[in-house]
Protein backbone atom coordinates (compact mmCIF):
# COMPACT_ATOMS: atom_id res chain seq x y z
CA UNK A 1 0.00 0.00 0.00
CA UNK A 2 0.82 3.72 -0.73
CA UNK A 3 1.42 6.65 1.55
CA UNK A 4 -1.05 9.06 0.82
CA UNK A 5 1.33 11.83 -0.75
CA UNK A 6 2.55 9.67 -2.81
CA UNK A 7 -0.45 9.33 -5.09
CA UNK A 8 -1.27 11.07 -8.04
CA UNK A 9 -4.79 12.93 -6.59
CA UNK A 10 -6.61 12.91 -3.49
CA UNK A 11 -10.41 13.35 -4.04
CA UNK A 12 -13.09 15.16 -2.87
CA UNK A 13 -16.45 13.26 -2.85
CA UNK A 14 -19.26 16.14 -3.41
CA UNK A 15 -22.11 13.69 -4.01
CA UNK A 16 -22.85 9.90 -4.95
CA UNK A 17 -26.07 11.08 -7.05
CA UNK A 18 -25.19 10.14 -10.48
CA UNK A 19 -27.01 9.41 -14.35
CA UNK A 20 -25.60 6.23 -14.97
CA UNK A 21 -26.54 2.74 -12.56
CA UNK A 22 -23.57 0.67 -14.43
CA UNK A 23 -22.70 -2.27 -12.78
CA UNK A 24 -20.00 -2.63 -9.70
CA UNK A 25 -19.98 0.69 -9.48
CA UNK A 26 -17.30 1.80 -6.75
CA UNK A 27 -19.61 4.60 -5.57
CA UNK A 28 -22.42 1.71 -5.57
CA UNK A 29 -25.07 3.77 -7.44
CA UNK A 30 -28.10 2.64 -7.09
CA UNK A 31 -27.97 0.92 -3.40
CA UNK A 32 -29.11 4.38 -1.66
CA UNK A 33 -32.22 5.14 -0.78
CA UNK A 34 -31.24 9.00 -1.08
CA UNK A 35 -28.04 10.50 -2.65
CA UNK A 36 -25.50 12.56 -0.50
CA UNK A 37 -24.79 16.08 -1.40
CA UNK A 38 -21.63 17.75 0.65
CA UNK A 39 -22.24 20.98 2.17
CA UNK A 40 -20.60 23.82 1.62
CA UNK A 41 -19.13 24.09 5.01
CA UNK A 42 -17.93 19.97 4.42
CA UNK A 43 -16.06 20.94 0.93
CA UNK A 44 -14.09 24.22 2.31
CA UNK A 45 -13.03 22.40 5.21
CA UNK A 46 -11.88 19.65 2.67
CA UNK A 47 -10.43 22.18 0.19
CA UNK A 48 -8.53 23.85 3.26
CA UNK A 49 -6.75 20.37 4.31
CA UNK A 50 -5.57 19.95 0.81
CA UNK A 51 -4.05 23.44 0.33
CA UNK A 52 -0.92 21.74 0.73
CA UNK A 53 -0.78 18.74 -0.85
CA UNK A 54 1.50 18.60 -3.70
CA UNK A 55 -0.49 17.05 -6.65
CA UNK A 56 -3.79 17.25 -7.55
CA UNK A 57 -7.32 17.73 -5.84
CA UNK A 58 -9.96 16.04 -7.51
CA UNK A 59 -13.99 16.40 -7.35
CA UNK A 60 -15.86 13.67 -8.31
CA UNK A 61 -19.30 11.73 -7.16
CA UNK A 62 -21.39 9.95 -8.11
CA UNK A 63 -21.46 12.73 -11.05
CA UNK A 64 -20.28 16.02 -9.27
CA UNK A 65 -22.14 18.39 -11.77
CA UNK A 66 -25.57 17.27 -10.25
CA UNK A 67 -24.53 19.14 -7.04
CA UNK A 68 -27.07 21.96 -6.48
CA UNK A 69 -23.78 24.18 -5.42
CA UNK A 70 -21.34 22.87 -7.91
CA UNK A 71 -21.02 26.35 -9.04
CA UNK A 72 -20.48 28.35 -5.63
CA UNK A 73 -18.17 25.15 -4.78
CA UNK A 74 -15.77 26.23 -7.74
CA UNK A 75 -15.40 29.37 -6.97
CA UNK A 76 -14.16 28.33 -3.61
CA UNK A 77 -11.95 25.88 -5.29
CA UNK A 78 -10.77 28.45 -7.61
CA UNK A 79 -9.99 30.64 -4.16
CA UNK A 80 -7.75 28.36 -2.89
CA UNK A 81 -5.70 26.31 -4.97
CA UNK A 82 -4.38 26.48 -8.49
CA UNK A 83 -6.28 25.12 -11.66
CA UNK A 84 -2.89 23.17 -12.33
CA UNK A 85 -3.64 21.00 -9.77
CA UNK A 86 -7.27 20.86 -9.62
CA UNK A 87 -9.19 17.74 -11.05
CA UNK A 88 -12.45 17.17 -12.12
CA UNK A 89 -13.80 13.11 -12.75
CA UNK A 90 -17.31 13.67 -14.75
CA UNK A 91 -19.39 12.07 -17.32
CA UNK A 92 -20.08 15.59 -19.14
CA UNK A 93 -24.19 15.10 -18.24
CA UNK A 94 -26.24 16.80 -20.86
CA UNK A 95 -27.70 19.62 -18.95
CA UNK A 96 -24.47 20.91 -17.66
CA UNK A 97 -23.69 22.53 -20.51
CA UNK A 98 -23.74 25.64 -19.15
CA UNK A 99 -20.51 24.67 -16.39
CA UNK A 100 -18.51 24.77 -19.39
CA UNK A 101 -16.49 27.93 -19.07
CA UNK A 102 -16.09 27.24 -15.20
CA UNK A 103 -14.74 24.20 -15.73
CA UNK A 104 -12.02 25.38 -17.99
CA UNK A 105 -11.28 28.37 -15.37
CA UNK A 106 -11.67 26.22 -12.67
CA UNK A 107 -10.06 23.06 -13.62
CA UNK A 108 -6.45 22.44 -15.49
CA UNK A 109 -7.03 18.25 -15.28
CA UNK A 110 -10.38 16.51 -16.51
CA UNK A 111 -10.76 12.84 -16.10
CA UNK A 112 -13.86 11.99 -18.69
CA UNK A 113 -16.29 9.00 -18.70
CA UNK A 114 -20.15 8.84 -19.80
CA UNK A 115 -19.93 5.11 -20.18
CA UNK A 116 -21.08 5.21 -23.85
CA UNK A 117 -18.23 3.00 -25.15
CA UNK A 118 -19.81 0.52 -27.47
CA UNK A 119 -19.13 -2.68 -26.10
CA UNK A 120 -18.72 -1.46 -22.55
CA UNK A 121 -16.20 -0.93 -19.77
CA UNK A 122 -15.24 -4.10 -17.56
CA UNK A 123 -16.07 -3.24 -13.91
CA UNK A 124 -14.56 -5.28 -11.26
CA UNK A 125 -16.97 -6.70 -8.51
CA UNK A 126 -16.77 -5.04 -5.17
CA UNK A 127 -19.29 -6.49 -3.43
CA UNK A 128 -17.98 -9.40 -2.62
CA UNK A 129 -16.23 -10.57 0.45
CA UNK A 130 -12.70 -11.55 0.74
CA UNK A 131 -13.32 -14.16 3.76
CA UNK A 132 -15.96 -15.79 1.55
CA UNK A 133 -13.79 -16.68 -1.43
CA UNK A 134 -10.46 -16.95 0.46
CA UNK A 135 -8.81 -18.21 3.38
CA UNK A 136 -8.06 -15.03 5.81
CA UNK A 137 -4.63 -15.06 5.58
CA UNK A 138 -4.45 -15.54 1.61
CA UNK A 139 -6.76 -12.32 1.42
CA UNK A 140 -4.17 -10.29 3.63
CA UNK A 141 -1.82 -10.86 0.17
CA UNK A 142 -4.21 -9.37 -1.84
CA UNK A 143 -5.65 -6.64 0.21
CA UNK A 144 -2.28 -5.78 0.95
CA UNK A 145 -1.14 -5.17 -2.94
CA UNK A 146 -4.98 -4.14 -4.16
CA UNK A 147 -4.97 -2.41 -7.39
CA UNK A 148 -7.50 0.71 -6.25
CA UNK A 149 -5.41 1.39 -3.11
CA UNK A 150 -2.20 1.03 -5.26
CA UNK A 151 -3.16 3.03 -8.03
CA UNK A 152 -6.37 5.01 -7.49
CA UNK A 153 -6.71 7.63 -4.41
CA UNK A 154 -7.24 8.44 -1.09
CA UNK A 155 -10.43 10.39 -0.75
CA UNK A 156 -12.49 13.27 1.81
CA UNK A 157 -16.63 12.47 1.80
CA UNK A 158 -19.28 14.30 4.42
CA UNK A 159 -18.28 11.52 6.67
CA UNK A 160 -14.43 12.37 6.98
CA UNK A 161 -11.10 11.15 4.98
CA UNK A 162 -10.12 7.87 4.11
CA UNK A 163 -6.80 6.02 2.34
CA UNK A 164 -8.82 4.70 0.17
CA UNK A 165 -12.02 5.90 -2.49
CA UNK A 166 -13.71 2.65 -2.56
CA UNK A 167 -13.34 2.41 1.49
CA UNK A 168 -14.83 6.14 1.36
CA UNK A 169 -17.87 4.46 -0.48
CA UNK A 170 -18.49 1.63 1.70
CA UNK A 171 -18.36 3.43 4.57
CA UNK A 172 -21.34 5.37 3.03
CA UNK A 173 -23.09 1.71 2.32
CA UNK A 174 -22.63 0.42 5.73
CA UNK A 175 -22.39 3.78 8.07
CA UNK A 176 -19.51 2.70 9.61
CA UNK A 177 -17.81 6.18 10.83
CA UNK A 178 -14.53 5.12 10.16
CA UNK A 179 -13.64 8.43 8.70
CA UNK A 180 -10.06 10.45 9.91
CA UNK A 181 -10.87 14.39 11.14
CA UNK A 182 -10.95 16.78 8.08
CA UNK A 183 -7.69 18.64 9.32
CA UNK A 184 -4.48 20.20 7.37
CA UNK A 185 -1.88 17.29 7.15
CA UNK A 186 -4.43 14.27 7.41
CA UNK A 187 -3.09 13.31 3.58
CA UNK A 188 0.84 13.00 5.38
CA UNK A 189 -0.44 9.37 6.41
CA UNK A 190 1.50 6.22 5.56
CA UNK A 191 0.45 2.42 5.80
CA UNK A 192 1.06 2.00 9.28
CA UNK A 193 -1.80 4.01 10.26
CA UNK A 194 -4.38 2.47 7.92
CA UNK A 195 -4.84 -0.17 10.46
CA UNK A 196 -8.60 0.80 11.67
CA UNK A 197 -10.09 1.51 8.46
CA UNK A 198 -8.33 -1.65 6.91
CA UNK A 199 -10.05 -3.80 9.49
CA UNK A 200 -13.52 -2.13 9.01
CA UNK A 201 -13.64 -2.42 4.99
CA UNK A 202 -10.41 -4.47 3.33
CA UNK A 203 -11.95 -8.29 4.09
CA UNK A 204 -15.61 -6.99 3.03
CA UNK A 205 -14.04 -5.79 -0.31
CA UNK A 206 -14.24 -7.41 -3.32
CA UNK A 207 -11.81 -4.95 -5.37
CA UNK A 208 -8.81 -6.38 -4.16
CA UNK A 209 -9.49 -10.04 -5.69
CA UNK A 210 -9.39 -8.81 -9.53
CA UNK A 211 -12.62 -11.10 -9.73
CA UNK A 212 -13.76 -11.60 -13.42
CA UNK A 213 -15.57 -8.27 -14.24
CA UNK A 214 -18.67 -7.50 -15.98
CA UNK A 215 -19.69 -4.71 -18.74
CA UNK A 216 -20.73 -1.38 -17.10
CA UNK A 217 -23.64 -1.42 -19.91
CA UNK A 218 -25.26 -4.73 -18.26
CA UNK A 219 -26.38 -2.77 -14.96
CA UNK A 220 -26.17 -5.41 -12.97
CA UNK A 221 -24.22 -5.92 -9.51
CA UNK A 222 -22.34 -9.04 -8.51
CA UNK A 223 -23.24 -9.74 -4.94
CA UNK A 224 -21.73 -12.50 -2.31
CA UNK A 225 -24.69 -14.09 0.05
CA UNK A 226 -23.34 -11.82 2.99
CA UNK A 227 -23.82 -8.59 0.81
CA UNK A 228 -26.63 -9.77 -0.66
CA UNK A 229 -28.03 -10.35 2.74
CA UNK A 230 -26.80 -7.05 4.02
CA UNK A 231 -28.38 -4.70 0.55
CA UNK A 232 -31.92 -6.62 1.94
CA UNK A 233 -31.58 -4.84 5.43
CA UNK A 234 -30.30 -1.81 4.41
CA UNK A 235 -33.54 -1.44 1.56
CA UNK A 236 -31.09 -1.25 -1.90
CA UNK A 237 -33.26 -0.07 -4.39
CA UNK A 238 -30.80 -1.76 -6.93
CA UNK A 239 -31.53 -5.10 -4.90
CA UNK A 240 -35.67 -4.85 -4.85
CA UNK A 241 -34.93 -4.03 -8.34
CA UNK A 242 -33.41 -7.86 -8.75
CA UNK A 243 -30.47 -5.95 -10.89
CA UNK A 244 -28.02 -8.31 -9.28
CA UNK A 245 -26.02 -11.43 -9.88
CA UNK A 246 -25.54 -13.75 -6.79
CA UNK A 247 -21.87 -14.62 -6.80
CA UNK A 248 -20.34 -17.53 -5.00
CA UNK A 249 -17.83 -20.52 -4.88
CA UNK A 250 -14.11 -20.63 -4.97
CA UNK A 251 -12.18 -17.33 -6.25
CA UNK A 252 -11.29 -17.02 -9.59
CA UNK A 253 -8.19 -14.10 -10.24
CA UNK A 254 -8.64 -12.45 -13.67
CA UNK A 255 -5.48 -11.17 -15.04
CA UNK A 256 -7.04 -8.44 -17.89
CA UNK A 257 -6.02 -5.65 -18.09
CA UNK A 258 -8.99 -2.53 -18.66
CA UNK A 259 -7.24 -0.24 -21.67
CA UNK A 260 -9.94 1.91 -22.65
CA UNK A 261 -8.67 4.87 -21.72
CA UNK A 262 -6.17 4.37 -24.60
CA UNK A 263 -8.99 5.17 -26.56
CA UNK A 264 -8.09 9.37 -26.75
CA UNK A 265 -10.82 9.74 -29.03
CA UNK A 266 -13.41 8.66 -26.87
CA UNK A 267 -12.76 11.53 -24.20
CA UNK A 268 -12.20 14.20 -27.08
CA UNK A 269 -15.76 13.56 -28.10
CA UNK A 270 -17.44 13.57 -24.57
CA UNK A 271 -16.08 16.99 -24.14
CA UNK A 272 -17.27 17.77 -27.46
CA UNK A 273 -20.01 17.72 -25.92
CA UNK A 274 -19.67 20.87 -24.04
CA UNK A 275 -18.09 22.53 -26.82
CA UNK A 276 -14.43 21.65 -24.73
CA UNK A 277 -11.55 20.81 -26.45
CA UNK A 278 -8.60 18.42 -24.59
CA UNK A 279 -5.10 19.21 -24.07
CA UNK A 280 -2.74 16.36 -23.18
CA UNK A 281 -0.10 17.27 -20.60
CA UNK A 282 2.94 16.06 -19.61
CA UNK A 283 1.93 14.50 -16.83
CA UNK A 284 -0.93 12.27 -18.87
CA UNK A 285 -3.66 14.25 -17.78
CA UNK A 286 -6.02 16.21 -20.20
CA UNK A 287 -6.51 20.34 -19.93
CA UNK A 288 -9.91 21.23 -21.30
CA UNK A 289 -9.69 24.57 -23.12
CA UNK A 290 -12.91 26.34 -24.53
Same mark, same amino acid.
Given at each position: ? +??? +? ?9 ? !?? /? ?26 ? &?????? @?? *? ?11 ? =? *? ?15 ? +?????? %? ?26 ? #? ?31 ? $????? %? ?5 ? /? ?9 ? @?? !??? $? ?24 ? #? ?19 ? $? ?8 ? *???? &? #??? =? ?7 ? @????? %?? +? ?29
Amino acid at each position: M +RPL +RDMDSIQIEIT !NA /CVNSCSNCTRFCGHHRAPFFMSLEQFRM &AVDSLV @DF *PKIVGVMGGEPLL =H *PHFEELCHYLHERIPPQ +RCGLWS %TFPRGGERYARLITETFGNVLLNDHSLA #GGIPHTPILLTARECLREEESWYFIHHCLFQNA $WSASI %TPKGAYF /CEVAAALDILL @DL !NCG $WPVAPGWWEKSPHHFRSQIDAFCLNC #GGALRCAPRMDIEGLDDVSPW $WLAKLQQTGS *PKIK &A #GKY =HLRQGAFQS @DNSVN %TF +RKNKMYFHEIAAKYGITLVTQPNGFLRPVL
